[in-house]
């Protein structure tokens, strides 16, 4: 597996009305209870590697488990879709690229926040349907099939440290 494919999260400018597809709980690398600081952190690093433009629009998925901690954090004009079941939040979210020739229509560009398989066909299909995509990556959780349907417009967040990591040593040191 190599470490070079894709290109490191910095700030990707795309032009034309975006759909933005958000697996949230991959991109954090748990379907456990989220914290509103994982929520926010997540989103803030995915702003970081592709920019947010007006008109262009977001669709976030989780569980029940998650709904208010996604609901309640992630900002911004945002359609959130909330299923349980095993892989409920991911059928959410393919439910909204189901018909790639009718995304292609109403949208210049389509950026997935997932590493998860089972966006891998959909990302192919929006891509002969003539619809450029942005697949971000997790720090963890990047499937073969996903980045071999990405290629070249994958984006890594890079970050040294997983999202999903949790410090368990201060970093500022405190004065007695």
């Known amino acids: 597996m190599s470490k070079d494919v894709g290109r490191q999260a910095t700030c990707q400018d795309i032009f ?13 690398g748990t ?8 929520v926010g952190r997540a989103q803030a690093r995915i702003n970081a ?14 569980n029940k488990v998650n709904a208010a901690a996604v609901c309640f954090t992630w900002s911004g004009p945002t359609s959130r879709r ?11 979210l393919l439910e909204e690229l189901r018909d790639p020739i009718w995304v292609a229509a109403r949208y210049d ?16 299909a929006l891509k002969i349907a003539g619809c450029p995509v ?12 996903m980045r071999l349907a990405a290629g070249p417009d994958l984006v890594h967040l890079g970050s040294p440290i997983p999202a999903n990591v949790i410090t368990l040593f201060r970093t500022v040191k405190e004065v007695a």
């Open 134 to 145: 942005t697949v971000i990556s997790p720090d963890v959780g990047l499937s073969k099939r």
């Open 49 to 62: 590697a592709v920019r947010f433009e007006a008109g262009d629009h977001t669709v976030i998925a989780s």
């Open 109 to 124: 560009h389509v950026v997935i926040a997932s590493g998860d398989h089972a966006f891998a066909n959909a990302v192919t």
């Open 82 to 92: 909330i299923r349980s079941g095993k892989d409920g939040a991911d059928q959410a």
């Open 31 to 38: 379907s456990a209870p989220l914290t509103p600081a994982q």
């Open 16 to 28: 034309g009305r975006t759909l933005f597809v958000v697996d949230i709980e991959n991109m954090i």
